[in-house]
């Protein structure tokens, strides 16, 4: 079963910052969070991920809480082709490993 | 490209009939994964290889199911004597082995079992 739990869907205006909550409150303390997303069609996209500090790319940036219980995915100016399925994920090692346990994701819409 | 391709995209075939997929991951990649996904789920890990070890299988993968990645490079997935219930996409992703590692994942084959 997925270690995290998101909204089912959400709604964003293009241009406009998107933030997409995560609960992940049994996290261990070695496990990180992995944010992928997956658009209609294709196979899923890493787009960033962290331990304890936040996070930022040229995709999105990462802000995780102090306990480590939640996060949250920022796309700071989200365009039509940010509308995806995306995952948050705990990482669960197998023999070193990512064994990347996907739970149904939130599904984002990005309106003109 | 030198992203992870799979071939062939689509698969339509009949229930009982073995079917074959194959995953040509980014060269320089020593770790293999292998993910099915059925409509309005997200992925599931069914198996995955470092080099040409495949060193760890999901309670999902049946004796149906037989992959492998021979010396180390693509990888096949088989399955055997189909059943309607195998129609998903199946999806395979290549990485750096890492403590924090990315997978790169393939644009996934679509196998309908009529």
């Known amino acids: ?112 | 490209d030198t992203g992870v391709s799979q071939d062939p995209r689509h698969k339509i075939t009949k229930r009982g009939q073995n079917v074959t997929f194959r995953c040509d991951p980014i060269s320089e990649h020593n770790r293999l994964y292998w993910y099915r996904q059925t409509l309005g789920q997200g992925p599931e890990f069914l198996t995955y290889f470092q080099n040409e070890a495949q060193l760890e299988k999901s309670r999902l993968l049946s004796d149906r199911f037989s992959a492998e990645r021979p010396k180390g490079s693509f990888s096949t997935l088989e399955i055997q004597r189909t059943e309607q219930g195998d129609s998903a996409m199946y999806l395979c992703a290549s990485s750096v082995a890492a403590t924090n590692e990315k997978l790169f994942f393939g644009s996934g084959t679509q196998l309908s079992v009529l």
């Open chain 1, 1 to 112: 079963d997925a270690k995290t739990t998101q909204p089912p869907s959400m709604d964003c205006a293009e241009g406009r910052a998107a933030n997409l909550p995560c609960n992940h409150s049994t996290i261990s303390g070695n496990e990180y969070v992995y944010w992928y997303r997956q658009i209609h069609s294709q196979g899923p996209q890493y787009i960033i991920h962290g331990l304890k500090n936040n996070e930022t790319n040229e995709m999105a940036s990462l802000i995780i809480t102090e306990d480590r219980k939640s996060s949250t995915l920022i796309l700071p100016h989200a365009t039509l082709r940010d509308t995806a399925v995306y995952y948050c994920i705990v990482s669960a090692l197998i023999q070193g490993a990512q064994k990347l346990v996907f739970g149904q994701g939130t599904r984002l819409t990005i309106n003109p």
